[in-house]
């Protein structure tokens, strides 16, 4: 509605298609025909192929395929637990004490991820409590980072739930552990989803804290697909890529099926 | 005292079909109870009675204070001082859950994620009852709201009349000890409100001891369901008394105002009349007679109260109280007229049936009324 | 009336606070307890003492000046082009409606899942001296070195960043355009105000709120970004994140990686601070999910 005439709109559109082609399009096109390439001398790949998947697929891609999947799961379900712990425990206090304690369970997504890993590797190197080189440290390091984004997620969704329905349970006799069981919990079950589906999202694709304290044998795939370009086989960090991308997808997909019976507003 | 509900004859005719699970409710006593938010006071010294079986009506603008009464006794609200008792049980300190109330709001609020059976049976779940009589008071619960079809629906497939009344029984299943109806009304269309009206006055009837507290704006609702209105103002409980009392002796300028329009019109007391038991009150020159008020003392300045609907065209020569105005402004308004004057500088509004003929602006009138329907107040309430 | 408060129960005191100590203390323990280690081993000598030394020392590096210089410069321009091209998107997504607008808002906003090392690998893809761009120029020009570079440098690191969080400007500033009455617009259009005027007077005071959000938000990504950093390898960009690294993991040397570890949470923190600032006077939430 701000541009009147046809040649004014297609030329904005035309516009918009070349931008957002070159920004964000292309980029994802390249990785995946960089994926299947065998061979990329011209201009464009050539000799397609299907053995960087393959590669990616097994050995020692395999195994952080597997390790970043792994870690995803455990890192998001604790981070939703204690996430949905603190949201609903905030709800029950005062103003100012609230406040600052919702700031404290923002601040380690404010925080750079390498400087988690690094104060992950000076607490837990010696004891009483001894994590280093362990798979709990990496499984620890995802937590801390999307902690913030679970906390932040559930908190919207109990905002937007209306008080009357927590009220009318107890009304109706429901005692505070029924109440959230059968009320608040399953209301709320579409955020506490898209809190997990971010979650694992982030951390498939975490790289910053991983990388300071990832012991042998559990690295994930980012730190696979950065060993590979580093050592110059950028076509398998290509694929492994494309798995990354896809893996993270199929993932969300399948929670967004997840039936909720909770209309969404 | 017996509740001496007005039910129209017609309607106590028909044989109503009374539940057959008996509701024994008790009574709610509000105690002195003040309450106020950070300095801000939304409700002070707060006493009322309500009685077994009666529906009390609390209304009043907003701000008023009535839904903070109503979820005092539900328990979302913590009195700084007072008591409220349900019964003779002091409930001032217990939660919610262990008050035996039913609670229905103006958004339903019924659970999206349940059917329609297991929103009804979900206090009685709460409360461990067992299976069978889980099963029978949900059956018997939609039979009494009419809504036995819809069982296994979700809520999100129903109107809004339709949750409503879902609601309504949900809150009876748990076989409460007193009714909480916080606006349950003002979400649905004027149509389907008119109606609801009429069920909830049947639910009553069925349910002859259920105690119910009804907050609400709207003063038809008031009027018609309630056994009691208590009108409130500025967290004040400004008068309380049966609703054709309040409404035809209005105690205070408030009430007058609040409930149904009112004419006020300044008047001096004078005398009473020994011959006719009438009150004298001179208005602007003319002298009145109205129903007579004990508490009038001569020569002071009040305020006489007359409905829209009680002032009619007076007869040339016809004897009685005499009115003369001059008309303002005429609006027909489908089932009546609403014609407005001035009368020696105060504003009357009257109501009549339709007119038949044309009346213009300008246009000098008499009116008249019957004694009995002009109210004394005082001026200052 | 007072007999009646006998039978009154005493409330019990409000314990659901106690709710919040257990998520409180594993937060405490697996975050704040090392940041407060790190902070410790970087101001404090092998006894405890306080020092600033190993302040002094890393300060006065020329690594950690470039590192620091580049961490601030890449954060302002890349949260600048950021903001200006999410406000372009946005205003042509939101006021030159074409069918498929939802869609393509939907896709960009998807990026947001996706990590950002990703971008930096597709550029070295298209814009690297083996790349795309490059390819089609030798071939078209017949050029002996590859003529475009600046992948390897600042600029690359930051066309790459402001194409992966610009969506965190995007989002906001869709929300803040969808509640602009369009029918303000279409009565400015009939009083004669042109395109122009209507962006400047009409639209831009509606998006300024999502636009500081979302820049600030930008700086406070922006400047803790690694993965980025980390595959465009450039040997002159190194930026505060990249040097903890370094310094922890291929050096070896904890302490000097304290330090900075400190100043770049200390900035961090502040870019927070600076957000949630802006967002409580200006409104514009729903920038991101922090």
Redesign the interface.
């Known amino acids: 509605m701000l541009v009147w005439s046809r040649s004014g709109r297609s030329l904005i559109l035309a516009f918009l298609a070349v931008l957002v082609g070159v920004v964000y399009v292309a980029p994802l096109a390249i990785i995946l025909m960089a994926s299947f390439s065998g061979e990329w001398n011209g201009v464009l790949p050539s000799k397609p192929t299907l053995e960087h998947f393959f590669s990616a697929l097994t050995g020692d891609s395999g195994a952080q395929l597997r390790a970043s999947i792994i870690t995803g799961m455990v890192a998001s379900s604790f981070a939703l637990v204690v996430g949905t712990w603190s949201a609903l425990a905030l709800r029950s206090l005062p103003r100012v004490p609230r406040r600052i304690l919702d700031l404290a369970f923002f601040i380690p997504s404010a925080v750079p991820s390498v400087s988690v890993g690094l104060g992950l590797l000076v607490a837990f190197s010696r004891p009483p409590i001894l994590l280093n080189g362990t798979v709990t440290i990496v499984f620890i390091a995802h937590f801390i980072l999307i902690s913030a984004f679970t906390y932040g997620n559930v908190s919207a969704g109990l905002a937007r739930l209306?008080p009357?329905?927590e009220?009318?349970?107890?009304?109706?006799?429901?005692?505070p552990f029924?109440?959230l069981c059968?009320?608040t919990l399953?209301?709320i079950?579409p955020y506490l989803i898209a809190a997990f589906s971010l979650s694992f999202a982030l951390s498939m694709g975490e790289l910053g804290a991983t990388v300071m304290v990832y012991p042998p044998g559990w690295a994930t795939i980012p730190v696979g697909i950065f060993t590979l370009t580093d050592r110059g086989e950028v076509f398998e960090g290509a694929a492994m890529s494309m798995l990354l991308i896809i893996s993270t997808l199929v993932i969300l997909l399948l929670l967004s099926r997840i039936p909720?019976?909770?209309?969404s507003r | 005292m017996s509740i001496d509900v007005a039910i129209d004859g017609a309607a106590s005719a028909a044989p109503s079909i009374v539940s057959d699970v008996t509701q024994s409710g008790e009574g709610i006593i509000f105690?002195?109870v003040t309450v106020a938010y950070r300095g801000h006071v939304v409700l002070e010294d707060f006493s009322l009675d309500v009685r077994i079986g009666e529906i009390m009506a609390l209304i009043g603008p907003s701000g008023s204070g009535k839904t903070t009464a109503l979820r005092a006794v539900?328990?979302?609200v913590q009195p700084t001082k007072g008591?409220i008792?349900i019964g003779?049980?002091?409930v001032?300190?217990?939660?919610?859950?262990?008050?035996g109330?039913?609670?229905v709001?103006q958004?339903y609020?019924l659970?999206?994620?349940m059917r329609i059976e297991d929103n009804v049976a979900?206090?009685l779940r709460?409360?461990n009852a067992p299976r069978e009589k889980i099963e029978q008071r949900v059956t018997e619960c939609l039979r009494l709201v009419g809504m036995s079809k819809y069982v296994g629906r979700?809520p999100?497939e129903l109107s809004g009349g339709q949750q409503q009344r879902i609601?309504v029984a949900?809150?009876l299943a748990?076989e409460p000890r007193v009714l909480?109806l916080d606006e349950p009304l003002s979400a649905l269309d004027a149509q389907i409100r008119r109606q609801m009206v009429d069920e909830i006055a049947k639910l009553h009837r069925d349910l002859p001891g259920l105690t119910v507290l009804y907050v609400t704006h709207d003063q038809t609702e008031a009027l018609t369901l309630a056994d009691r209105i208590a009108i409130m103002h500025d967290g004040k409980l400004s008068s309380l008394g049966p609703s054709q009392s309040l409404y035809r002796q209005p105690p205070n300028r408030f009430t007058a105002e609040f409930l149904g329009r009112a004419n006020l019109l300044p008047v001096r007391v004078e005398a009473t009349d020994g011959a006719t038991g009438l009150l004298r009150v001179n208005f602007a020159g003319a002298t009145l007679h109205v129903s007579n008020d004990p508490n009038a003392k001569t020569g002071t300045d009040q305020l006489i109260c007359i409905r829209p609907h009680s002032l009619h065209f007076a007869e040339p020569e016809a004897p009685g109280n005499r009115l003369r105005g001059v008309v303002k402004d005429v609006q027909w308004q489908g089932d009546h007229h609403a014609i407005t004057l001035d009368c020696g500088g105060t504003t009357l509004r009257v109501v009549t049936k339709p007119l038949r003929d044309r009346l213009d602006r300008g246009v000098s009138l008499d009116l008249t009324f019957q004694p009995d329907d002009a109210t004394l107040i005082a001026a200052s309430t | 009336?007072a007999d009646?408060?006998i039978?009154?129960?005493?409330?019990a005191p409000d314990t659901s606070w106690l709710w919040v100590v257990p998520p409180l203390s594993v937060i405490g323990l697996l975050f704040f307890y090392p940041l407060f280690l790190i902070a410790r081993q970087g101001l404090t000598d092998g006894k405890d003492v306080i020092t600033f030394e190993h302040f002094a020392t890393v300060l006065h590096t020329r690594q950690f000046h470039s590192a620091m210089w580049n961490t601030i410069e890449i954060a302002l321009m890349s949260s600048a082009g950021c903001v200006a091209l999410g406000f372009v998107v946005a205003l042509i997504l939101s006021f030159v409606p074409f069918p498929g607008s939802r869609e393509i808002a939907r896709f960009i906003d998807t990026f947001i899942a996706l990590p950002t090392f990703l971008m930096a690998l597709a550029f070295t893809f298209i814009y690297g001296s083996a790349g795309v761009l490059n390819g089609m120029l030798m071939d078209l020009f017949g050029n002996t070195a590859p003529p475009v570079d600046f992948v390897y440098s600042t600029w690359g690191v930051v066309l790459a960043e402001v194409t992966v969080f610009t969506p965190f400007v995007l989002r906001p500033l869709l929300a803040a355009f969808s509640l602009i009455d369009t029918a303000q617009i279409e009565v400015a259009s009939s009083l004669g105000a042109g395109p122009w005027r209507i962006i400047r007077q009409i639209i831009f005071p509606a998006a300024l709120p999502a636009l500081l959000a979302g820049g600030s938000l930008c700086l406070l990504l922006t400047v803790n970004e690694f993965g980025i950093i980390l595959f465009i390898g450039a040997k002159g960009v190194i930026t505060l994140p990249l040097l903890v690294y370094d310094k922890a993991i291929q050096e070896g040397d904890y302490t000097p990686a304290c330090v900075i570890a400190v100043i770049n949470v200390v900035l961090s923190l502040s870019l927070y601070s600076l957000y949630r600032v802006v967002i409580a006077r200006f409104g514009g939430r729903n920038a991101g999910v922090v």
């Open positions: 209306s009357d329905f009220q009318v349970a107890e009304s109706l006799g429901a005692r029924y109440r059968h009320v399953p209301m079950l909720t019976k909770v209309a | 105690e002195g539900a328990g979302f008591r008792k003779n049980q002091d001032t300190d217990l939660p919610p859950y262990a008050r109330i039913g609670m709001v958004n609020a659970f999206p994620h979900f206090g709460a409360r979700y999100r609601a949900r809150a748990v909480l | 009336m009646a408060a039978a009154a129960p005493r409330p």
